[in-house]
């Protein structure tokens, strides 16, 4: 594994040739090598720890499908975990799930009734040997060892690309978000306006993304005193204090300044993680086995031309069929029973008469 450790900076000084290459081009590429060098030396890490193990008293290897874990001899249920998990891992990640074959899993499971020291292998993901199934199951989708993407992809994205355990949830939580976001692209998308959708999912590129995803002064005074207003208070030894008090007494300008003056990318997305996760898991379904990788080969281009070659449809398509799925996952609504506003009723007449029994209320 040490030839990797001297690899890297002799391709690193090949890229520093190709000064009369695009910027983007240049980009992509030292993002590359910065992935295989962090690779590298998780590999080499890997290798030592198990390494340790064996010398210890040896390890398991579980297999399925392309899944791999490496671990120390335990009753944990990790094969029984691994044969759930594995088929969510390859309907996402596609021809790209074999990385799994040289990138296992490293899990130390320990006896949580002993005070013996816990196994020591370094990297390991340490879990209690009587863990439940469904709770290793999430363990093992939360954190895949597959490559991860380019920056790029991770910045608008908000994370990895992870599996979605609980889909349905997880779209009727974005149907919320629709409907609650204090931002008028996201309203608009739920009443259908397609291109507020691809703002509300940061698909549209603006040199003014305040004025794209909050363009209204109620807005952005909301966004100011509901997600900044303590940070802007005590960020600059108070120096933002006046602009707050303008801004909370009427003015829109001190608002939107104070709202320019926060450092790059704290400005809120209108819509969270959960909402771009369902668009590109639409996108890597209709894509098929090779959408990931078409996702993740074309690091260079904008998110919504990767996005729509991994799905193999236009962006429109994508984002209106991903909207029709978020408003089918509509939460369903609270039913009252008929007898229950007469026992709402019931219990204030009691709570009345106990307050006006209280001392507090007596005329002495």
């Known amino acids: 594994m040490c030839s990797w450790r001297w690899w890297l900076p002799l391709l690193a000084a090949s890229v520093r040739t190709l000064a009369g290459q695009e910027v983007p081009r240049l980009q992509a590429r030292a993002d590359s090598l910065a992935r295989e060098w962090r690779r590298a030396n998780a590999l080499a ?11 210890a008293g040896g390890t398991d290897t579980i297999s399925v499908g392309a ?39 490293l899990i130390a499971p320990y006896d949580p009734d002993t005070t013996s020291p816990k196994p020591m292998l370094r990297g390991a993901i340490q879990v209690p040997w009587d863990k439940d199934v469904a709770s290793l199951v999430m363990i093992l989708l939360t954190n895949v060892p597959i490559g991860r993407p380019d920056a790029a992809l991770q910045n608008w994205l908000g994370g990895p690309v992870l599996p979605i355990v609980h889909p349905e949830p997880a779209r009727a939580a974005v149907y919320v978000q629709l409907v609650t976001a204090p931002s008028q692209a996201a309203r608009s998308c739920f009443l259908g306006v397609m291109s507020d959708c691809r703002t509300a999912l940061a698909l549209v590129d603006s040199p003014d ?11 952005q005074r909301a966004l100011v005193f509901k997600s900044f207003a303590e940070f802007l208070t005590f960020s600059d030894h108070g120096a933002h204090k006046p602009a707050l008090q303008s801004c909370r007494a009427g003015s829109d300008s001190a608002c939107r300044e104070l709202l320019r003056s926060l450092p790059p990318g704290a400005l809120p997305r209108p819509l969270t993680y959960d909402a771009r996760a369902a668009l590109v898991h639409l996108a890597l379904r209709l894509g098929g086995r ?8 074309t690091p260079g281009k904008p998110i919504a031309d990767r996005l729509a070659g991994a799905a193999g449809v236009s962006v429109d398509s994508l984002v209106s069929q991903w909207r029709s799925e978020i408003l089918a996952a509509r939460p369903a609504p609270v039913t009252v029973p008929p007898w229950g506003p007469w026992a709402a009723l019931g219990w204030t007449a009691v709570f009345a008469v106990c307050a006006l029994r209280s001392s507090r209320w007596r005329v002495s």
């Open 45 to 55: 890490d890997m290798v030592d720890s198990l390494n340790h193990a064996r010398a």
């Open 67 to 105: 899944l791999r874990i490496v671990t120390n001899p335990s009753p944990a249920r990790l094969r029984q975990a691994a044969a759930r998990a594995w088929p969510v891992i390859d309907s996402l990640y596609g021809t790209e799930a074999r990385q799994l074959e040289q990138r296992p899993y």
């Open 209 to 219: 993304p305040l004025r794209q995803w909050y363009p209204s002064a109620a807005e």
């Open 290 to 297: 090779e959408a990931y990788h078409r996702l993740v080969a």
